[in-house]
């Protein structure tokens, strides 16, 4: 049964939602304040390189982004410690991680120049870091899936994480694939959609007491 009655740490699940919203703005209005730039066909890096005229709004936008999505899921690792499985709570670890990763490692190497990267340091390091995430945030939704499809009480959790690994692949297949006028269409699929999505997703279940379920014997 879902709790009725909220704590503190329910409370930050919501902090999860806020995060996705300041995300979401940055990429949707920081565009505007870069002169030329093609949503559909550019990165959501581009936005934020060292050079972009669009830094300063992304900053201002995605304020709430990296400071509220550490929050909530350090307290989703808080709320699960003991509940779930050790598969579930493995996955939802290993994304933690990934979140981590993901705000100091692009906080520290934004790409050094718009439209493409270069091979300085800093692009090279941008590339890792990138390469880092992704590799972390698939094998932590595929635990999740395997921990959530074994319990029946975890199935829409699980299949939350099957979504959004869906969307990661149509997103590194599509940038892949398609034409170079939608790189910036399918790259979103991953970063935005996927990514952050299911970081608010975890908020929401954190928030309405529906990760404190289960203790595992």
Not at 67 to 92: P, S, W, Y
Not at 122 to 143: F, K
Not at 187 to 205: D, E, H, P, V, W
Request: contains cysteine.
């Amino acid at each position: 049964m879902i709790k009725s009655k909220k704590n503190l740490v329910n409370w930050m699940g919501s902090l999860g939602i806020a995060s996705f919203v300041s995300y979401a703005a940055a990429v949707i209005f920081a565009p505007s304040t870069y002169p030329g730039y093609d949503w559909m066909s550019r990165a959501v890096s581009d936005l934020s390189a060292a050079n972009a005229p669009s830094l300063a709004l992304w900053h201002q936008l995605a304020a709430a982004y990296g400071a509220a999505g550490l929050v909530c899921i350090m307290a989703v690792c808080i709320a699960i410690q003991g509940k779930l499985n050790k598969t579930l709570r493995l996955g939802v670890y290993l994304f933690a991680v990934m979140f981590w990763v993901s705000i100091i490692g692009f906080g520290m190497f934004p790409l050094s120049q718009s439209g493409g990267t270069g091979t300085a340091f800093q692009d090279i390091a941008h590339i890792a870091v990138t390469a880092v995430v992704v590799l972390l945030c698939i094998a932590s939704l595929v635990l999740i899936m395997i921990g959530g499809y074994r319990k029946k009480q975890f199935v829409s959790l699980a299949i939350c994480a099957t979504i959004a690994l869906v969307l990661m692949f149509v997103g590194a297949i599509g940038t892949g694939v398609a034409p170079s006028e939608y790189f910036g269409v399918f790259q979103r699929f991953s970063n935005l959609i996927a990514t952050n999505g299911f970081l608010m997703i975890l908020g929401i279940y954190l928030f309405l007491g529906k990760l404190e379920k289960e203790v595992e014997s």
